[in-house]
């Protein structure tokens, strides 16, 4: 069985698009481009696709991971413009690497967001920032389906900084196809990089975190993507890319298919 690790995204109006619906629309996509799956054995047979760490619901996203088992060999490059053609426009299929190492999940160490703050000043959000980093530990409350839980929101926070309102959230420096600079209204964005930990913290959680340190609160709810997932530079406090091991492990030379090249069926 040959396994393929895609990265795709959430654009646009697509960041509503929750998990679920998500998946939905991959096994269209999947059917459509007649991809030789390989299934899980037992009464109720299932695609053989597995998630990893999705983002939540209304958050846009450029790094979002997943992995599918083949019954037979395509090429990556292929399959994934095969699988691009047959997705909505927003949830784009943009890199694909054949599986040739262990342990992606525990790569996933550390997420990197833009957070677009309407109607925040930047001197105003830049002194929320250094109050919120000259913390030691933040405690934020959440509810969840257990009730209210409460946790620390500053120590998993590996970078935190004020970012140009010209830089965009999406692939080509724009975000919904228009300059950050939508209105006359202050704008201020902020990239943050978060590690993974348990529980995790969300780029909301750190909203309420300088909501408590100190009382921002932006008149509208804030707009964010994620810019990517993966390894954590700890000494740059960049995230790199999770692919990068299966890429450099691959032998040199195109990958030979087994049988007929899919196409896309309508």
């Known amino acids: 069985m040959q396994r393929i690790r895609l990265r795709y995204t959430k654009r646009g109006r697509l960041r509503f698009t929750s998990h679920r619906d998500f998946q939905r629309a991959f096994e269209r996509a999947l059917r459509r481009s007649a991809v030789p799956m390989a299934y899980s054995a037992g009464f109720t047979p299932h695609p053989k696709v597995s998630y990893a760490n999705a983002a939540p619901t209304g958050v846009a996203s450029e790094a979002e991971y997943l992995e599918i088992g083949l019954a037979a060999v395509r090429d990556p490059a292929e399959l994934r413009a095969l699988l691009d053609e047959s997705l909505p426009t927003g949830l784009d299929v943009i890199d694909a690497v054949e599986v040739r190492t262990p342990n992606f ?10 957070v677009r703050l309407d109607g925040v000043e930047q001197d105003e959000a830049a002194r929320a920032v250094a109050l919120f980093l000259a913390e030691e530990q933040v405690e934020v409350e959440r509810l969840t389906k257990n009730g209210v839980r409460r946790f620390d929101a500053r120590g998993p926070v590996a970078a935190l900084d004020i970012v140009s309102p010209q830089v965009g959230n999406g692939p080509d420096g724009h975000s919904e196809g228009e300059s950050d600079v939508r209105t006359a209204r202050p704008c201020a964005i902020l990239r943050l990089v978060v590690r993974h930990a348990t529980p995790a913290v969300r780029p909301d959680d750190v909203l309420s975190g300088l909501r408590v340190t100190a ?3 932006p008149p509208v709810p804030a707009e964010v993507t994620r810019l990517a997932q993966g390894p954590l530079d700890e000494g740059t ?3 790199t ?3 990068a ?3 450099a492990a691959a032998p040199a030379g195109p990958v030979e298919a087994a049988g007929p090249r899919a196409t896309a069926s309508a």
């Open 245 to 247: 091991l299966d890429r």
């Open 241 to 243: 890319d999770p692919l």
């Open 237 to 239: 406090g960049t995230v």
């Open 105 to 114: 999940v525990e790569r996933l160490e550390a997420s990197e967001w833009l």
């Open 215 to 217: 009382d921002l609160a």
